[in-house]
């Protein structure tokens, strides 16, 4: 089991940056995959950053590929999401995932763990 708290969420200008954490605990909170979803008002949540505590694989969301970096910090058992050149469409409330398939936290996270989010409002 995996507990998640997501933090650094706000309101930006169009063009601007955020970083979001996301601390992760629990006594096996290392074994899980980790990643970000966002959902949009009125839209269903989607797949946005995943990466591996072991590796350097990740995998991006096209919509937000060569803006968004997804890393993570073992020593803090912590990932984050670095957010550049935000556009309003970036508006959303993020959440941290955790699963144990590769296929499960590049897709729908369903069966995962969440975090309980944190809202990015990006103005025009």
């Known amino acids: 089991q995996v507990q998640l708290v997501e933090s650094g969420g706000g309101l930006v200008q169009a063009g601007g940056s955020l970083r979001l954490s996301c601390a992760a605990s629990?006594?096996?909170?290392?074994?899980?995959?980790m990643g970000w979803f966002r959902q949009a008002p009125g839209k269903e949540r989607e797949f946005v950053a995943a990466?591996?505590?072991?590796?350097?694989?990740?995998n991006y969301a096209d919509s937000v590929k060569g803006r968004f970096t997804i890393s993570r910090d073992n020593a803090k058992n912590t990932v984050y999401l670095q957010m550049n050149n935000l556009k309003p469409e970036d508006t959303a409330v993020y959440y941290c995932?955790?699963?144990?398939?590769?296929?499960?936290?590049?897709?729908?996270?369903?069966?995962?763990?969440w975090g309980r989010g944190t809202q990015v409002t990006v103005s025009s």
């Open positions: 990466i591996r505590w072991t590796a350097t694989n990740t």
């Open positions: 629990g006594p096996t909170a290392k074994n899980y995959l």
């Open positions: 995932a955790a699963a144990t398939l590769w296929s499960t936290i590049t897709t729908s996270n369903d069966g995962g763990y």
